[in-house]
């Protein structure tokens, strides 16, 4: 989602009306996220309340229905938009990273030898 955001450092843009605005990355990754957070809350509770309606009044068929078309309309999102996103290589994995942090972190706190803990 962030990936798709270009700038790494601040600079300054210059609006149409000639004004000059200093960008800052670290506030517009806040932003993204902040609206990705408020899309999911509001996506949640009106996914909810709909089905419990939808089942109430009509069964669970279209109570099953609903998220089933949603989450159908999601490749195709993807597909239209390929052209506008910002595409990279994978990284691989960060596993062995995360295991020599965790090693790292826990070195002369915890041992095989219950005397020495």
């Not at 609006?15 to 949640?44: H, W």
């Not at 309606?53 to 390929?82: H, N, Q, S």
Request: a positive charge; proline letters at 4%.
């Amino acid at each position: 989602m962030v990936e798709q955001l270009q700038a790494k450092q601040m600079h300054v843009v210059v609006l149409k009306t000639s004004e000059r605005v200093l960008m800052d990355p670290a506030l517009t990754t806040q932003r993204i996220f902040m609206y990705f957070y408020f899309c999911i809350n509001i996506g949640s509770i009106v996914g909810q309340v709909s089905m419990v309606y939808a089942e109430r009044y009509d069964g669970f068929w279209l109570a099953f229905l609903l998220p089933t078309i949603m989450f159908a309309l999601c490749p195709i999102v993807l597909m239209v938009f390929k052209r506008k996103y910002v595409l990279r290589e994978p990284t691989g994995s960060v596993f062995g990273k995360a295991m020599s942090l965790t090693k790292f972190a826990y070195k002369g706190k915890i041992s095989a030898n219950p005397v020495t803990t």
